[in-house]
């Protein structure tokens, strides 16, 4: 941990890329991809075949990938569906994530969804700290293919950190991945530019998600922000039209600055948990925006924990230290959380300051 009072610098990159890959950039003839095997860079051009282009592994994602065409803006508000399963602040934990979605038959021994039509929601965070970041994204992107022509869904709704790496902001960014940037002749944001498959996809995902009468986000909802919720779809199209900008520009232009402030946007805020708002506060801002609870990632709890007499559900049980994570599992209207070994639990009663 840095020094109270002392700014975080950004890695030296590493020495060694054992594997990485693959990264998909969009050419005028189909897609090239482009992977660093043992520090050498692997790369092919892939002709596009009808509205797919297949990608076949080389090093880092083990997996056959289908790339689609570029995609469209994702809706933000969805009826009420039996079953969600929700998680959040991946940060590069590739392994532990695969781990917990085959305990919980979210996916199965091949890594492919097995859910039917129910619901996953990752709620930000898969940038950052952890060795695998390429390979949980390409996991998710696979998944939300798989997932819809099974008649389910998988949504990914973008994080602070995701904003951080696009904005060039790289002082959480794993050394390997510097490394991998240098090899491959870009910085680390250019690796997911608008001219990449990831990239792309990034830049069409929600900060704002509500299912039924649940909201779903990053951060959370800060008193004074009760209209980004009442204006979902303007609000996510902001963000969206502002990923990858740079930092000083979105945090000064006055229709952006308050979508990437450090205390109270949505993707930032922790007032739920360090006593800005209390029950009392939580329920009325539930009942002004007509919410049954909210789920948030971004402060980290050793479980999925409950505060606020369950308005309130923190998802970031703190997989990105890489030793153990949960599963929310919302069915019906009854809330639960699934652990590692593939059992369920009744929520944690969280306390207000707890976080890891």
């Known amino acids: ?34 992977w660093v095997c043992n520090d050498h860079v692997v790369q092919r051009d892939l ?6 282009t297949v990608v076949l592994p080389e090093c880092g994602y083990p997996h056959p990938l289908a790339v689609m065409g570029p995609k469209q803006a994702t809706r933000a508000r969805y009826p009420a569906t039996p079953r969600i399963i929700a998680l959040s602040d991946i940060h590069g934990q590739y392994g532990l994530l695969v781990k917990l979605l085959r ?4 996916i199965d021994h091949e890594d492919r969804w097995s859910l039917g039509n129910a619901t996953l929601v990752v709620a930000g965070d898969v940038f950052d700290r952890g060795p695998q970041v390429t390979e949980a994204f390409w996991l998710l992107y696979s998944l939300q293919q798989q997932a819809a022509a099974a008649g389910g869904a998988v949504h990914f709704v973008l994080g602070n950190h995701e904003t951080m790496v696009l ?47 649940t909201l779903f986000l990053h951060g959370g909802i800060a008193p004074e922000n009760l209209d ?13 039209a502002s990923v990858g900008l740079p930092k000083d520009q979105v945090k000064a232009a006055p229709d952006t600055a308050r979508l990437f402030d450090g205390k109270t946007s949505p993707i930032w805020y922790r007032g739920y948990f360090d006593g800005r ?3 009392a506060q939580v329920d009325a801002l539930l009942k002004q925006l007509e919410l049954k609870r909210i789920v ?31 599963l929310l599992f919302i069915e019906d209207g009854k809330v639960t959380r699934g652990l590692l070994d593939g059992s369920r639990m009744p929520l944690a009663e969280g306390r207000m300051g707890e976080s890891d």
């Open 296 to 326: 948030v990632g971004h402060t980290s709890m050793p479980h999925v924990s409950s505060f606020h007499d369950g308005r309130i559900i923190a998802i970031d049980s703190s997989i990105k230290k890489g030793e153990n994570g949960e």
């Open 167 to 213: 904005y060039d902001d790289l002082r959480y960014v794993n050394p390997k991945y510097l490394k991998s940037a240098q090899l491959l002749g870009r910085s680390y944001p250019a690796l997911y530019g608008a001219d990449s498959v990831i990239g792309q996809w990034l830049r069409t995902r929600p900060v704002l998600l509500q299912i039924g009468d």
């Open 103 to 106: 305990a919980h038959h979210v």
């Open 228 to 240: 980004l919720v009442r204006n979902l779809e303007a609000t996510n199209t902001l963000y969206q």
């Open 47 to 52: 002709p596009t075949r009808g509205n797919t």
């Open 277 to 279: 708002m209390d029950t």
């Open 1 to 34: 941990m840095p020094l109270l009072g002392v700014a975080r610098e950004v890695a030296a990159p590493a020495e060694h890329v054992d594997a990485d890959g693959p990264y998909v950039f969009t050419t005028a003839k189909g897609h090239q991809a482009q």
